[in-house]
Every structure is written in structure tokens, then in C-alpha cells.
């Protein structure tokens, strides 16, 4: 377990994702520290539903106060992640690729890149994990099942840290979900946008065989 008592979550981002992780990790008892863009303000609606374990915040405070972070935005904007504060620290990337949305960013069109490589690349000092970033954003709260169940659904990681792996695994465990671990982060383009695991519901197996099946052009 990843002990939720005692643990803040800081969380960059406050949309579709970063409001679901934050529901289901105060209902864990996690402690959540939230932000946006636009300001802790325009948050308040979003806060007062999740109570007292919540708070909203700068993106740098919310970095700061996390024992870990889970980074959820526009990709497009991963350059505005706060560095400093996260330093050291394991950081669980959400963030997909949409060049409709992001615009055209060649070394990912070339392969030469992962989305989660540059969140990595962008944080040097910080421990980048995968996560979340196949599923839904309301299947987060209601796809989890116990631990052992019968076809429980799977997600992905990928990390160059194995501590940050393994943290994800233990917070997929608590939100209901088995975990694949692809392995290094140069390999995480196996479950990003249009390939095989992709956004589809899968058990272990059935991940493992959609994570093989993928290849390197979409
Ligand atoms: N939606 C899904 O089901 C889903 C599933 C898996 C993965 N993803 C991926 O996860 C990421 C987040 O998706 P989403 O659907 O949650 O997006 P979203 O609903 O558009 O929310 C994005 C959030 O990021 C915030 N944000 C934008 N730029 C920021 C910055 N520079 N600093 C701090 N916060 C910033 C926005 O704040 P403001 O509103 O104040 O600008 C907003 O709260 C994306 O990369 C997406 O592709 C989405």
C-alpha cells in the first residue's frame, strides 16, 4: 500500500484527469494539493466537492507539496511544469499526444521520442512514471474492482526508476487496477495514442498481448 494516510498528492492540472485522480485519491484518504492554469480560485466549485483533504493551488505550490506528483495537461504545455519543486520527487504523467491539439511536435511524428521521455527530459531531476494515460477519465472512479478480482482491468507504466514503477503500481492497486510494466520509458510508446492498449478496456494478459502487438508507426 502506498500508505495514503499522511501522503499529499500534488496534481498539475485539473481537468477531466487531474479532477478524477483527485476524487478517487481523497476517497483513498489521500491528502490532494490541486491546480490549474488559471489560478487556485477558479477551483473553489471543484475543492468544496472533494472537502477537507483538498486544497487548490499554484502549480509550483501544488509541486512542492507533494510527496509525489501525477502532471495532467495539454501536452502541448509540458514545458511549464514547474522544475525546481519536483526535483527528486516521482512524477505520474498522464499526458498523450493529440498534434490537433498540441500541434506537430517532430521528434514524436519520427519516433524518436515518447511523450513521457519529455516530461523526463524536461524534469531531469525528477522521477517520471507513466500512468493513467490509457483509460478514460470517468472510468477512473467507477473501472476499479479489489485486488485478486476475476478479469480485473490492467493499466500501464513505464519509469527509468524502478521506485517510481513500483509506487505506481501500489496507487493503480489501490484504485482498483492491475499493472503492466512496460519497462524503460524509451519503450512507453507501446501503449500511446492509437496503438493497440490504447484507452481499451484489458485484463493483464490482454494488455501484455496488446502491448507486444503494437508497433513503432501508427
Ligand atoms: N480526458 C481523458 O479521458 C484522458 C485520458 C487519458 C489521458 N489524457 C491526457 O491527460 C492530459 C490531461 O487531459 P484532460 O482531459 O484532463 O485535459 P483537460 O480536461 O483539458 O484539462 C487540462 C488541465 O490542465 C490545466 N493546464 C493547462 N495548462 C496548464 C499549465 N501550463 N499549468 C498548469 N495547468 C495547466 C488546465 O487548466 P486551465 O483550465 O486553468 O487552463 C486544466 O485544468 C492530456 O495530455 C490528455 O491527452 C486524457
Not at 32 to 46: F, H, K, W
Not at 48 to 61: D, F, W, Y
Not at 107 to 130: I, M, R, W, Y
Amino acid at each position: 500500500m502506498v500508505a495514503a494516510h499522511m501522503t499529499t498528492i500534488g496534481i498539475i492540472g485539473a481537468g477531466h484527469i487531474g479532477s478524477q485522480v483527485a476524487r478517487k485519491a481523497v476517497e483513498l484518504g489521500y491528502d490532494v494539493v490541486i491546480s490549474n492554469s488559471r489560478g487556485p480560485e477558479t477551483l473553489a466549485d471543484l475543492v468544496a466537492e472533494l472537502g477537507a483533504k483538498a486544497r487548490a493551488a499554484t502549480p509550483a505550490e501544488a509541486a512542492a507539496a507533494g510527496d509525489f506528483a501525477v502532471v495532467t495537461v495539454p501536452l502541448k504545455n509540458y514545458k511549464d511544469i514547474p522544475v525546481e519543486p519536483l526535483a527528486g520527487k516521482i512524477v505520474i504523467d498522464t499526458n498523450n499526444y493529440y498534434w490537433e491539439r498540441d500541434g506537430r511536435i517532430p521528434a514524436l511524428d519520427n519516433g524518436e521520442a515518447t511523450t513521457s521521455g519529455l516530461l523526463q527530459e524536461h524534469l531531469p531531476e525528477s522521477k517520471v512514471a507513466k500512468g493513467f494515460n490509457h483509460i478514460m477519465a470517468s472510468d477512473i472512479t467507477t473501472d476499479g474492482t479489489p485486488t485478486g478480482s476475476e478479469d480485473r482491468r490492467a493499466l500501464a507504466t513505464a519509469s527509468d526508476y524502478p521506485e517510481a514503477a513500483e509506487l505506481v503500481t501500489r496507487l493503480y492497486d489501490e484504485f482498483g487496477f492491475d499493472t503492466v510494466n512496460i519497462g524503460l520509458l524509451e519503450d512507453s510508446w507501446r501503449v500511446e495514442r492509437d496503438r493497440p492498449a490504447y484507452v481499451v478496456r484489458q485484463n493483464a494478459q490482454e494488455l501484455k498481448d496488446n502491448l507486444a502487438m503494437a508497433t513503432r508507426t501508427v
